[in-house]
């Protein structure tokens, strides 16, 4: 199978998950790319897609939309990915356009994937502010999170992304 794993990522999260889910598909013919290296003409040049983003604001990138709007050909096979600090799920939320968009066009959706990421993406300062701010029997739940979630993706993660990659091929 010839697949393109793409992705969104602010931090290196998302990154490190689309890595793995790469590992995770040896022994096919895999592109791996960036969102804005990805050129959407070819997009229906693959057998399946594979595509990631961290989630902001409740959202997956924007940049996302962006390539989604110059598809021109839909490939027969798509699977998605997320990473998120919260603790609910984005797979469904976060996609559902896009996934309803690559329906519409005739691609079958064959996975989602989701996982923690750590939200490494706002200072130190910033976060202790915010966190400051609160009623001090959320902060205390706010720091418990937080340290819960330091360091992921962790190494449990990105083997159930490989393991996810592994499942989509079988
Ligand atoms: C600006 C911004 C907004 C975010 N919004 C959310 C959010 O709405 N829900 C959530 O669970 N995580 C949110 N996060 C956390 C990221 O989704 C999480 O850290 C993710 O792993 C980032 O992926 P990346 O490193 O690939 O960019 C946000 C992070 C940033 C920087």
Redesign the pocket.
Same mark, same amino acid.
């Given at each position: 199978m010839k697949i393109l794993v793409c992705?969104? %990522?602010? =931090?290196?999260? =998302?990154?490190k998950v689309a890595e793995s889910i790469k590992e995770g598909l040896e022994g096919q013919e895999v592109d791996l790319q960036k969102i804005k290296d990805v050129d959407p003409a070819e997009i229906g040049k693959y057998d399946l897609v594979i595509l990631g %983003?961290?989630?902001? @604001?409740? $959202?997956v990138s924007k940049n996302i939309f962006t390539m989604m709007k110059k598809i021109t050909e839909f490939p027969p096979k798509v699977a998605f990915f997320? =990473?998120? %600090? %919260?603790p $609910?799920s984005?797979s469904k939320k976060a996609y559902k356009r896009i996934i309803k968009k690559f329906e519409t066009e005739g691609s079958k959706v064959v996975g989602n994937f989701e996982c923690? @990421?750590?939200?490494? @993406?706002?200072p130190k300062e910033v976060q202790e502010k915010m966190l400051s701010n609160l009623p001090p029997e959320e902060q205390e739940k706010q720091r418990k999170r937080l340290e819960e979630i330091k360091g992921r993706?962790n190494a449990k993660d990105l083997e159930n992304a490989k393991e996810f990659a592994k499942s989509i091929i079988e």
């Open positions: 992705y969104f %990522s602010g =931090t290196g999260n =998302t990154k %983003s961290g989630i902001y @604001g409740g $959202m997320n =990473t998120h %600090s %919260s $609910m984005y923690i @990421g750590e939200n490494i @993406g706002v993706p």
